[in-house]
């Protein structure tokens, strides 16, 4: 069993830039990857990111080039920053740890 939290959300501005954390229960060089996702209101949740700890690091071509993925085993935490924020980046944005852990969400409402 693999707990999560997430924390860091709150309210963006266009432009501007937001850090979330996602605080995990054990070692997360242990879990092999981690990723974040998001939902909009009344959309399906959406992948957003994963980072491997072989190195390697994926975004969505709707994130790629503003959002960045990384990790801190010492913290047992990874981080998505999250720059250049628009509008419809606003979703409650979840981690995910294997096979299917989940945080209970952090709530970025981005304002134009």
């Known amino acids: 069993q693999v707990q999560l939290v997430e924390s860091g959300g709150g309210l963006g501005q266009t432009g501007g830039s937001l850090r979330l954390s996602c605080a995990a229960s054990?070692?997360?060089?242990?879990?092999?990857?981690m990723e974040w996702y998001r939902q909009a209101p009344g959309k399906q949740r959406e992948w957003v990111a994963t980072i491997s700890w072989g190195g390697s690091t994926a975004y969505a071509d709707s994130v790629k080039g503003r959002f960045t993925i990384s990790g801190d085993n010492a913290k047992n935490t990874v981080y998505l920053q999250m720059n250049s924020l628009k509008p419809e980046d606003t979703a409650v944005y979840y981690c995910?740890?294997?096979?299917?852990?989940w945080g209970q969400g952090t709530q970025v409402t981005v304002s134009s």
């Open positions: 995910k740890a294997p096979p299917t852990f």
């Open positions: 054990t070692s997360i060089f242990r879990l092999n990857f």
